[in-house]
């Protein structure tokens, strides 16, 4: 099967993802085989492959937002048949006996992997999936639609509900690449009044479009005290501007898997009761909720498609902040609604 492989992170420039010809996995006791049809492009795989996050395992193939369909059954798997579609996101496992996973936080399970960075991925024509943790999939969606929702989507519905938002309330939104943009539906659905700060004014458009309430750069403050902000910028400056615009008892969701650094700053800007909170990783229910809500609203994003083997300028264009919505890789096959 052809897949992209990471061997050594360096600079996306450079082309650090190889194109090799590999051996396709089967599937073990508890695993399915997919087919991979579609794989979303995350900031994620960017920072693993240019090294800003250690890696786990090398080589690898990255990918943690893949659709595809069920190829092979490993044994003692039920549930599933040889032909269902199903999607990856970026949890593979978890222990599923310590105290997170028995109290349902197993997004904080200290054995738990992930998808493209401790097992193999979706940047390839094939991949395992514990059938524990496959996620079924909405009529409804394309392959290409429903890939950018695996991660973007899911991690922030997990942010949404981190920051406390309640219906009707104020949220603000740091960043809006795809994850926000998708925070953005599901927060309107519920209601709330949305300001979105980003660094291009085509960002700032695009959030009006979908009913933000304003728009502004990083270090505009929004007309009003927010209940509840979610970043999604890399930059701990951004978390800084999220979190003196906060109301008393509000909260800074932190979305992100890396960060640059937080500066220091006065404890007045903490002060009654406002919350730095971070996100880190999802549930099995984080996936399948948002999923469910996902069909119903209908959410939508705006793909930007690439061949598998043109993963190298997908991820140089998402760095570049050259993607609309999502990059999408897709194999032979891949569909979109109605498709």
């Given at each position: 099967?052809?897949?992209l492989?990471?061997?050594?992170p360096g600079p996306?420039?450079?082309?650090?993802l190889?194109?090799?010809e590999?051996?396709e996995?089967s599937?073990?006791?508890?695993?399915?085989?997919l087919r991979?049809?579609a794989c979303?492009v995350?900031?994620?795989d960017?920072q693993?492959?240019?090294g800003d996050l250690?890696a786990?395992?090398?080589?690898?193939?990255?990918g943690?937002?893949?659709?595809?369909?069920?190829a092979?059954?490993?044994?003692?798997v039920?549930?599933?048949?040889v032909?269902?579609r199903a999607?990856?996101?970026?949890?593979a496992?978890?222990?599923?006996?310590?105290?997170?996973?028995?109290?349902?936080?197993?997004?904080l399970?200290e054995?738990?992997?992930?998808?493209?960075?401790?097992?193999?991925?979706?940047?390839a024509?094939?991949?395992?999936v514990?059938?524990?943790?496959?996620l079924?999939?909405?009529?409804?969606f394309g392959?290409v639609?429903?890939?950018p929702?695996?991660?973007?989507?899911?991690?922030?519905y997990?942010?949404?509900?981190?920051?406390?938002?309640?219906p009707g309330?104020?949220?603000?939104?740091?960043?809006?690449g795809?994850?926000a943009l998708?925070c953005?539906q599901?927060?309107?659905?519920w209601?709330?009044e949305?300001h979105?700060?980003?660094?291009?004014e085509?960002?700032r458009e695009r959030?009006?479009?979908?009913g933000?309430?304003?728009?502004?750069?990083?270090?505009?403050?929004?007309p009003?005290?927010?209940?509840?902000?979610?970043?999604?910028?890399p930059v701990?400056?951004?978390?800084l501007?999220?979190?003196?615009a906060?109301?008393?008892?509000?909260?800074?969701?932190?979305n992100?898997?890396?960060?640059?650094?937080?500066?220091?700053f006065?404890?007045?800007w903490?002060?009654?009761?406002?919350?730095?909170?971070?996100?880190?990783?999802?549930t099995?229910?984080?996936?399948?909720?948002?999923?469910a809500?996902a069909a119903?609203?209908?959410?939508?994003?705006?793909?930007?498609?690439?061949?598998?083997?043109?993963?190298?300028?997908?991820?140089?264009?998402?760095?570049?902040?050259?993607v609309a919505?999502?990059?999408?890789?897709?194999?032979a096959?891949?569909?979109?609604a109605?498709?």
């Open positions: 099967m052809r897949a492989q990471l061997r050594r996306i420039a450079g082309r650090p190889e194109l090799v590999l051996t996995p599937a073990g006791p508890g695993e399915l085989l991979i049809s979303g995350c900031r994620t960017l693993l492959v240019e250690p786990h395992r090398l080589p690898i193939v990255p943690h937002q893949a659709v595809g369909r069920v092979a059954i490993g044994a003692g039920e549930g599933w048949s032909g269902e999607g990856a996101y970026w949890l496992g978890t222990d599923g006996t310590c105290r997170f996973c028995r109290s349902d936080r197993e997004n399970c054995a738990a992997t992930f998808h493209g960075y401790d097992a193999d991925g979706g940047f024509e094939a991949m395992l514990r059938a524990e943790g496959a079924r999939l909405p009529e409804g392959d639609e429903v890939a929702l695996l991660c973007g989507g899911v991690i922030g997990r942010a949404l509900r981190v920051s406390g938002i309640q309330g104020r949220l603000g939104l740091y960043g809006f795809a994850s998708l953005l599901v927060a309107r659905h209601g709330c949305v979105v700060r980003a660094r291009s085509a960002e959030a009006l479009d979908l933000a309430a304003s728009v502004g750069g990083y270090d505009d403050p929004p009003v005290p927010l209940d509840a902000a979610v970043t999604t910028a701990g400056e951004v978390v501007a999220a979190l003196r906060l109301d008393r008892g509000g909260v800074v969701a932190v992100a898997i890396h960060l640059d650094r937080v500066p220091e006065p404890y007045d903490l002060w009654w009761e406002r919350q730095l909170r971070s996100v880190a990783n999802v099995r229910r984080d996936a399948a909720e948002f999923i809500l119903g609203v209908p959410i939508r994003t705006a793909v930007d498609l690439f061949p598998l083997e043109e993963g190298n300028e997908a991820l140089r264009r998402l760095a570049g902040g050259g919505g999502a990059a999408v890789l897709t194999m096959g891949a569909g979109r109605g498709s």
